[in-house]
Nanobody
């Protein structure tokens, strides 16, 4: 149901925009989130957004650098990542429909690799 795109290799200080497209008919009715998992670490929430975009959440480590947004007409959620750092390197996962805001979600994408080189 969730398909991420936009990952890749970028230099320190660069930018990437991740996209997550949903095929669910009820996409526009539930919250969405972005998580990431680095090698040897747990998967952690990066950002999340309410169904109508009125409420967002950001992990402290990405505040001021990442922006989550959504276009319900396109069934797509985005993660704009600026000023990337090597520690942002991870597999990024899109998630949909909260079980517990903002850390637990019901649906997951397959993940997209983001690598920040120094």
């Amino acid at each position: 149901q969730l398909v991420e795109s936009g990952g890749g290799l970028v230099q320190v200080g660069g930018s990437l925009r991740l996209s997550c497209a949903s095929s669910a008919r009820t996409y526009s009715t539930y919250a969405m989130g972005w998580f990431r998992q680095a090698p040897g670490k747990e998967r952690d929430v990066v950002a999340a957004i309410y169904w109508d975009g009125t409420i967002t959440y950001y992990a402290e480590s990405v505040k001021g650098r990442f922006t989550i947004s959504r276009d319900n007409a396109k069934n797509t959620v985005y993660l704009q990542m600026n000023s990337l750092k090597p520690e942002d390197t991870a597999v990024y996962y899109c998630a949909g429909e909260t079980l517990r805001w903002p850390t637990e979600f019901k649906y997951w994408g397959q993940g997209t690799q983001v690598t920040v080189s120094s």
